[in-house]
C-alpha cells in the first residue's frame, strides 16, 4: 500500500487580510509561498512519486506545479480535497470569530460544530477520508509514493482519520504552510511517518543515480 505525502499550500496573499479564505476563489500564493512551492519542487524532484493530487483552489495548484514539473507528472485536480466549507464565516476576520462562542467550540469540541450555512466537521473528515481511501485504492503497490496538495484543517482531519484519533483531537496537530506530513497506509492500518515537516526530505527514496 502507498506512501502519502501530506503537502499544504504555501503562504498566500490572503494572510495579511486577517480573514479566513476557506473556498475563496482568486487567493494566490504570496512570494515567500511561491519560495516555499520552489522548495517543495526541488526536494522531491528525485523522488518516485508515482502521482500528484490537488485541491483546485489556486493556493494548492500552485504548491503543487514545481513538484509536478520537476516530475514531470500532470496534476490531478480533485474537488473533494477543497478546504472546509465554512459557510458564513468565509472572509470573515478571525480575530473578531476568536472572540465569540462559537469559535471555542471549533478549538476545544470540533466535533459538535457546524459552519453556518457550511458542513461540520464530521462531514469534512468523512469527505477527506473517502477521497484519500480512494487516492490508496488507486495506488495499492507497497512502493507507490503520492503527494497530495491540499490545506491544514484537512490534512489534520486526514491524519486523525488514519491514526483512529478523536475529531476533537484533531486541532492538536501542527501544520504549517509549505509542510509535508508523511502516513503509509497498509492493510493493518496507517502509520505515521513524519509530522509537520520542512525541506530537506532526506528519508524519501529517490531515484536519483549516483
Known amino acids: 500500500m502507498p506512501l502519502l505525502l501530506l503537502i499544504r499550500h ?3 496573499e490572503y494572510v495579511k487580510t ?3 479564505a476557506g473556498r475563496l476563489p482568486g487567493v494566490h500564493l504570496n512570494e515567500r509561498g511561491q519560495k516555499q512551492a520552489q522548495a517543495l519542487g526541488d526536494a522531491l524532484k528525485d523522488v518516485p512519486i508515482k502521482a500528484i493530487y490537488s485541491s483546485p483552489l489556486e493556493r494548492a495548484m500552485e504548491t503543487a506545479a514545481p513538484i ?10 480533485e474537488p473533494d480535497l477543497m478546504d472546509t466549507h465554512i459557510g458564513k464565516w468565509q472572509g470573515k476576520s478571525w480575530r ?3 472572540l465569540t462562542k462559537a469559535w471555542k467550540i471549533v478549538q476545544n469540541a470540533p466535533s459538535r460544530f457546524r459552519f453556518p450555512e457550511g458542513e461540520s466537521f464530521p462531514e469534512a473528515q468523512l469527505r477527506l477520508a473517502n477521497v484519500l481511501e480512494r487516492v490508496v485504492q488507486t495506488h495499492k503497490k507497497p512502493q507507490d509514493i503520492v503527494a497530495v496538495v491540499f490545506h491544514a484543517d484537512p490534512i ?9 484519533m478523536p475529531l476533537d483531537h484533531f486541532q492538536r496537530l501542527a501544520c504549517d504552510t509549505g509542510s509535508m506530513t508523511v502516513l503509509h497506509v497498509g492493510e493493518s492500518g496507517a502509520h505515521l511517518v513524519k509530522l509537520n515537516q520542512r525541506p530537506p526530505f532526506d528519508f524519501l527514496p529517490s531515484d536519483k543515480k549516483k
Open 96 to 98: 473578531v470569530l476568536s
Open 156 to 164: 489534520k482531519l486526514a491524519v486523525a482519520h488514519f491514526l483512529g
Open 18 to 20: 486577517g480573514k479566513l
Open 68 to 77: 509536478a514539473s520537476a516530475r514531470k507528472l500532470d496534476i490531478l485536480q
Open 10 to 12: 504555501g503562504e498566500n
